[in-house]
């Protein structure tokens, strides 16, 4: 027999929003309408929170549990697509990831590389570091320009 008492993913995230609406309720209790809001969201999670926790249809949670998962899932894949793969393009190979990974990736190269902004286009251009004065030419515009590296 499978136990009732679960703690799967649905029920984790519902702990966490009763935690952060409680919580949200007490440090915003000096604005009467948003602390009344998370009481009220706080009280929604908790008694959907017990219901799946101690509901016997385990077969019917296991299927929430996975819809929540394919939801949270696609969330995630949204938000690490590139800007161009969202908007229904095909991104080049080389630029697998999305903003978050762009950061990532310049900082690692903060030491060995500097990052420009072309004067007439803006497009963004990337140039060794410790160089000195080089002529810099945009690959978007074809403009020239010189720059410290």
Sequence with gaps: MTPKF?????????LITCGVC??????LNRYP?????????????????????????????ESENMKFLTGLTAVKEFFHRPASARQAKSAPSGQ???????????????????????PQCSQR???PRGKGKIRVTCTKCRNQFIAKS
Excluded: H, M, P
């Excluded at 679960?6 to 519902?14: G, H, T």
């Excluded at 990831?97 to 420009?116: C, D």
């Design 6 to 14: 679960r703690l799967d993913e649905l029920n984790k995230a519902l």
């Design 22 to 27: 409680y919580l949200a309720s007490f440090v």
């Design 33 to 61: 309408t948003a602390s009344g809001l998370f009481r009220l969201l706080f009280t929604a999670a908790a008694i959907y929170l017990g219901i799946r926790l101690f509901a016997g249809n385990v077969a019917r949670r």
């Design 96 to 118: 697998e990831g999305g903003l978050l990974n762009k950061w990532k990736r310049q900082w690692r190269e903060y030491r060995t590389y500097r990052y420009l902004i072309c």
């Design 125 to 127: 251009l990337r140039v």
